[in-house]
């Protein structure tokens, strides 16, 4: 009998370390993000949306092991805009993504499942061939006028800017009409722009080029002209330490130039629509799915370039407005 009872106890004992052994092997993996200041984060949304950037951007990812991940999100901004969405001024934005241009980090991402969000490629092309204009050395006059109502104590109207760039021997043609498709090419490899949907012939009176790029890859060169040209790494995640606390990556930086300091200087008072000087430049883009166009912006402050789309189709866009300058004034 005891022989029994102590069999049938050791038999016990042998089935549930087993079955112990076998959940512990067969327990997933727990990842865990957190902001910049190392708060955890628990919004699921932004937890999905780091989940699927995780192995894109961090080459060294194993899917195997529980990670702690810092990333480069800020919890102060997500709570300003967070307060400043629920207030309904701009509450139809769709897409908004926040880089500071100190480092180029990161530090805001609302509703992208990726960063890839294609905007429309025509109206790519004037800010590109601006920079390209420039760093080639040819000389472009800016003539503009203010059109519109508007106080220079309220920020209540909407402003547009009407300017027409060309050389001084060229008035109705901008200078980037005539350079080459292996031009154009070589210049937004260089700044490291992706080119999707890239449609380009070289023709006997002019070159036809058109592309289409990201979101991401425009507000990063908006921060390349903050910042003068000078590149910086664009993290979006910062050390990743396994559970023995093994650093597997770390956080990327870059130094050196990609434009000339001339080139960024004279491209911010082209694309400067601030008659309140409050706004160091701001580019309207458009992004056309199905049919349907949707407004937004890349804007640039002192310390951050955000850009942004609308979250459904709409008229004209408004060079600077109201909602502007309250969204630029969280900054």
């Not at 092997?25 to 949304?45: A, E, R």
């Not at 937004?188 to 009176?205: T, W």
Request: glycine content about 6%; aromatic content about 12%.
């Amino acid at each position: 009998m005891f022989r029994t009872n102590r069999h049938r106890y050791l038999l016990f004992i042998s089935i549930t370390l087993s079955i112990g052994l076998f959940c512990s092997c067969n327990q997933k993996p727990k990842l865990y993000f957190h902001y910049s200041d190392g708060t955890l984060i628990k919004d699921s949304t932004v937890i999905q949306f780091l989940m699927k950037e995780l192995p894109v951007q961090v080459p060294e990812y194993d899917s195997t092991l529980s990670l702690e991940v810092q990333t480069c999100l800020d919890q102060k901004i997500e709570a300003k805009l967070n307060s400043y969405f629920q207030k309904g001024s701009m509450g139809k934005v769709s897409t908004m993504l926040i880089l500071e241009n100190k480092t180029g980090n990161v530090v805001y991402c609302r509703n992208s499942e990726v960063l890839s969000i294609y905007s429309q490629r025509l109206q790519m092309m004037k800010m590109y061939g601006i920079l390209l204009s420039f760093e080639k050395g040819v000389k472009l006059t800016d003539t503009f006028s203010w059109t519109g109502k508007y106080s220079k104590k309220k920020y209540d109207s909407t402003v547009s800017r009407l300017y027409r760039m060309s050389p001084p021997s060229l008035d109705y043609k901008y200078p980037f009409d005539n350079y080459s498709c292996s031009q154009w090419k070589s210049f937004l490899q260089k700044l490291d722009v992706s080119e999707n949907e890239r449609d380009c012939a070289d023709g006997e009176i002019y070159p036809r080029y058109y592309f289409r790029t990201s979101l991401f890859d425009l507000v990063k060169t908006g921060v390349l002209i903050n910042r003068n040209g000078a590149v910086s790494a664009n993290n979006l995640f910062g050390n990743v330490t396994d559970s023995d606390g093994e650093i597997l990556h770390a956080t990327a930086f870059v130094k050196g130039s990609l434009l000339k300091t001339e080139t960024c200087l004279s491209a911010k008072k082209i694309l400067k629509r601030d008659p309140f000087d409050v706004i160091e430049f701001n580019y309207p883009i458009f992004l056309y799915t199905q049919k349907e166009m949707r407004n937004g912006m890349i804007l640039s402050t002192k310390k951050y370039t955000i850009g942004f789309l609308s979250a459904s189709k709409s008229g004209n866009n408004g060079f600077v407005t109201k909602e502007i300058y309250s969204l630029a004034s969280l900054f």
